[in-house]
């Protein structure tokens, strides 16, 4: 059984672009969230899709968004992007949310 | 507002050592705790998870904990092994019952042979 995908696996941008990032969850499995890995503020809660329905979302600012599609993928997008946002980006994957968490290997994303 | 403290946060232990991972949270009011590791570059593997109700869950040498009164977790690891090198993270997830983790810092464990 194929596990999370995340793609790209690597990414660099400048400052003011934009970026897409996507996410193939395990098959079944219709609850995607989405974490940002930094070495200052770890792992923390960006959103969650259910149903592509944002069930949960974290405190970042709105430009910090994604969206779910049918076939429960899912893709997030970060605009007018900042140094800051520079950082290692996973994504997970469960049937319903509440269970055991799979996570792909990440999107390593480098602002300059 | 949920905060995950994990102590300490780096432990280096000779091979065959058993040892014990300490994870705190500030908010008993959860739905489940899950105990995951990472290495270096790579994604997340969930090693244990642990529903509010439970006291504690084994699988092979890992055994974790739970008192939600007291906001404690623990996970202990038998006769470590090289192998078992790597960032050990603890999450809680909040009551809403949905994949909206809480993450603690980590700790980081070499095994040395």
């Known amino acids: 059984k194929a596990g999370v995908t995340q793609t790209p696996r690597y990414l660099i941008k400048t400052r003011g672009q934009q970026v897409t990032l996507s996410c193939s969850p395990i098959?079944?499995?219709?609850?995607v969230s989405w974490y940002q890995q930094t070495p200052g503020q770890g792992l923390q809660f960006l959103f969650e899709?259910?149903?592509?329905?944002?069930?949960n979302k974290g405190n970042f600012p709105g430009r910090f968004s994604g969206r779910q599609f049918s076939n429960s993928r899912s893709e997030m997008n970060v605009s007018t992007l900042e140094l800051g946002d520079s950082a290692l980006y996973l994504c997970?994957?469960?049937?319903?949310?509440?269970?055991?968490?799979?996570f792909g290997s990440g999107t390593q994303l480098s602002v300059l | 507002k949920q905060e995950v403290t994990q102590i300490p946060a780096a432990l280096s232990v000779p091979e065959g050592e058993n040892l014990v991972l300490n994870c705190s949270f500030t908010?008993?009011?959860?739905?489940?705790l899950q105990w995951f590791r990472q290495d270096p570059g790579k994604g997340l593997t969930s090693l244990l998870l642990?529903?509010?109700?439970?006291r504690e869950q084994t699988s092979g040498r890992l055994n974790a904990s739970l008192d939600k009164s007291s906001g404690r977790s623990t996970l202990y690891i038998a006769a470590s092994q090289p192998g078992d090198s790597a960032t050990y993270l603890c999450?809680?997830?909040?009551?809403?019952?949905?994949?909206?983790?809480?993450f603690g810092k980590g700790t980081m464990l070499l095994v040395s042979p």
């Open positions: 642990i529903q509010s109700s439970q």
């Open positions: 908010d008993s009011a959860i739905y489940n």
């Open positions: 098959s079944g499995h219709r609850s």
């Open positions: 997970a994957s469960s049937l319903q949310g509440h269970e055991k968490l799979f």
């Open positions: 999450a809680v997830g909040g009551n809403s019952g949905y994949s909206t983790l809480t």
């Open positions: 899709y259910f149903s592509e329905t944002q069930r």
